[in-house]
């Protein structure tokens, strides 16, 4: 019996040893396979693309003229694949909170400014032919594109705008557009698209023509400021949008890997 009892203990010790050498070979190759993956990830154009539109929506890309050419499947993923839309949507339903937050006044001053080209309306059928901007932009075709009026609207920004009229902000849309060439096309592509009821479009006049966006911007909500309006939030998909003076209470940036407007 007593035989019996220590044979079964020297089983028990060899069974206990055995699983612990197994375990420690487990979890010696666990970290090394996970490592290797890390690699091979680092090294593909989708991890690169995905490096590239963070640094670029942070701003830390700059000036930039063409997306790397290393990007276009990811940036094609990106635009096209729900991705960019979700993105808005997240950021839409961020400035939707912060909105119904700010107590209005009753004088009616309350005010709010969107930007127009792929805040508004989206240029990206133009960037899609243009590589998602692997391509050099093109001033000719892109100005064809606008004067088709088929800019479709952002469904979330159309629907972020009828939100802040309904709350009762006074809404502004604030656009680079050449007023001379491109006002009545854009009026009533904005029309077409649902926004209606904004309390001014405003396009770059001759007084303006030729300086940065950041300047032109800047002067623009300085004479909204000027006329008592309270700008509460400023959005817009370029960091010029975002940038210099007047710029309201809070800014909000919409994502576009797509091209750079210093």
């Known amino acids: ?39 091979l990830d680092d090294d593909s154009d989708d991890a690169y693309g995905l490096s590239w539109r963070l ?3 942070s701003n ?3 000036p930039w003229r063409t997306v790397p050419l290393q990007c276009y499947n990811h940036l094609h993923n990106y635009m096209t694949r729900g991705q960019y839309h979700h993105d808005l949507n997240l950021i839409v339903d961020q400035i939707l909170l912060h909105s119904s937050e700010i107590p209005l006044s009753p004088d009616g001053m309350d005010a709010w400014i969107l930007d127009v080209d792929d805040t508004c309306i989206s240029n990206l059928s133009y960037y899609q032919a243009k590589r ?39 809404v502004f849309l604030l656009t680079g557009r050449d007023e001379a060439t491109l006002g009545k096309i854009t009026t009533d ?14 396009l770059r006049t001759e007084q303006y023509r030729g300086l940065s966006a950041v300047r032109y911007k800047s002067a623009i909500r300085k004479e909204i400021e000027g006329e008592g309006y309270r700008i509460w939030g400023n959005v ?19 994502p576009n890997p797509m091209y750079f407007i210093s």
């Not at 220590?6 to 010696?28: D, I, P, S, W």
């Not at 952002?154 to 629907?159: H, I, Q, S, T």
């Not at 698209?193 to 479009?201: C, D, K, P, V």
């Not at 817009?236 to 800014?251: F, I, M, P, Y």
Request: net charge positive; with cysteine; proline share 3%.
């Open 1 to 39: 019996m007593m035989l019996k009892m220590k044979m079964m203990q020297r089983v028990v010790k060899g069974l206990t040893l055995l699983l612990g050498l197994l375990a420690k070979v487990l979890f010696r190759q666990k970290p090394q396979c996970h490592k290797q993956s890390i690699t």
């Open 236 to 254: 817009g998909d370029q960091w010029s949008d975002l940038q210099g003076e007047c710029l309201g209470n809070r800014t909000f940036k919409l």
């Open 132 to 170: 998602f901007g692997c391509d050099p932009f093109d001033k000719t075709i892109f100005k064809a594109w606008i004067m088709k009026g088929m800019c479709p609207a952002n469904a979330a920004v159309l629907g972020l705008f009828n939100t802040l009229r309904q709350r009762g902000f006074k």
């Open 60 to 62: 830390n890309v700059r």
């Open 189 to 202: 592509n904005l029309r077409n698209q649902g926004f209606i009821g904004y309390e001014r479009l405003i």
């Open 55 to 57: 640094a670029v929506e």
